[in-house]
RNA sequence: GGCGCGGUAGCCAAGUGGUAAGGCCGAGCUCUGCAAAAGCUCUAUCGCCGGUUCGAUUCCGGCCCGCGCCUCCA
């Protein structure tokens, strides 16, 4: 059964398909731009096309799925943090694309078969950018920077549906001195001693050495990767305007075909009903909330907990309901047996998935199986179901703290206490250890210690 | 101002023209020194007002409230 998935462009579901001769579905994803942590709001948009890529996976085949995600190492928030911080551009960014590979792990992303980089990629931008030149769809300014004209290209605000007289007129006017049209977007920027550090490459024909704008690396880099015309291309819905837009306008007017048959966009994680930022002080990231004792494998699974296409509000509660869910469906896997599953048993699971990525829908259908018992389910179905929602019940459920000397103290003294059947003084000292921030779990033969979750 | 999205139980969140999945929390019960774990049970008429309809939470219109984007933010 075809995945159908909502198109932005057409704004309607549409059939997910190859459109190639080979059968290879080819997925481009918008990735993150290496100058800090990313956050979890970035993560939602990584998370939902991580499950987006296992179901691609699962309906043509492992091999045939071809999916890139770019990392944007150059722009001015990369260049910012270099001057911040007087290092060089590839250790800033090399830093942070570490990390984000780390969290990608950690969430059980699966890593994409190309990861191209911009700065990795400039001759084919300023390729690509003397395309534009030559084809009269840019135009060198008078400081040596490159500008796509807007009006070259007829179907500019397709997919967002802006019209530039519509535009609300911002401080961009700071670059306006150099376009022709306050809307035009740059394609390549002049190198700024003041503001650039080192880093700059030649440039265009015509133009001056500097760097990529920002939306020419993913026209080049998709190109070379998966060719003119892709089958799928992904971001959040930020990217819609300009970026995306902008894509389109870059690489229809350079290849002279359709970019992308298909656009998904993501809805923003938004906490406290509002989007995260850092002077809101609601901005999370993965180890912001590992270091609150919930795991990586619950971030997931409260990231999918809502309809992709939609605003989900995240909260530190939706952590906690995901931990627990976890471990019901990790005590339910134990039980299954490795064989005599009937093979549709998850159907409605994956019709939900099927349906837009409908994750909350499938989550749902899932627990509506899991607490209807283990009849007719083996461990190869109900994995595949894992697969697809990219659930690694092994992981750890959280991470194992060392209690300190004292605490240990206070319950081994407990212990004691609750064998010599005081159980007084046990109840005491229960409360210490809540008290200091400790929960005791007894069994039969003795007891572990977990500490209790930090608001 | 332009474009778009949403308002469903204490919280999170699906969904359908015929009286509303699921998760968490909470309550009760079973079990158990206590706690935890496990099991069972219980908890909503879908922002407001009209309209269409035999019937609307689901379609249409109006209103109220919230959110996002509008040139470099996933």
Redesign the pocket.
Known sequence: MAIQLYDSLTRSLKPLRPSQPDGVFRFYN?G??VYAPAHI??F??FVVNDVLRRLLELEFGPDKVKHVRNLTDV???TIGQTQKEKRPLAEITKKWTDKFHADCAALNCLPPHVEPTATGHIPEQVSMIECLMEKGNAYRAADGSVYFKIDSFPGYGAL?????R???I?N?VADADHKDS??D??LW?AYKPAEDGDVKWPGPRGASEGRP??HIECSAMSKKHLGDTIDLHT????????HHENEIAQSQCCNGTTFANHWYH?E???VD????SKSKGNYYTLSDLLEKGYSPMAVRYALL???PR????F?L??L???E??L??LR?YRATLSAQGGTPDTFAAVFA?LDDDL?T??A???L??LV?RGTAGVDTAGFDRVMFALGFDLNAASAPKAEAPAAVSALAEKRWAA?QSKD?AA??AL?KELTAAGWS???RKDGYSLEPLKKA
């Open positions: 918008c993150p731009t709001g970035n939602r948009t722009d001015d928030r967002s549906r802006i019209k530039e519509e535009l609300k911002t961009a306050v809307s977007f740059a920027k704008g920002w971001g959040g819905v930020d990217l819609l305007f300009p993501s923003h994680l938004l009903g509002t989007t995260m907990a809502g309809h939609k605003q989900l509000n909260t509660d939706s906690h309901a995901a627990k869910a471990s019901t005590s939900a409908n909350p829908g989550l749902g259908a627990f509506t607490n609750k159980f046990a109840d229960r005791m779990l007894d």
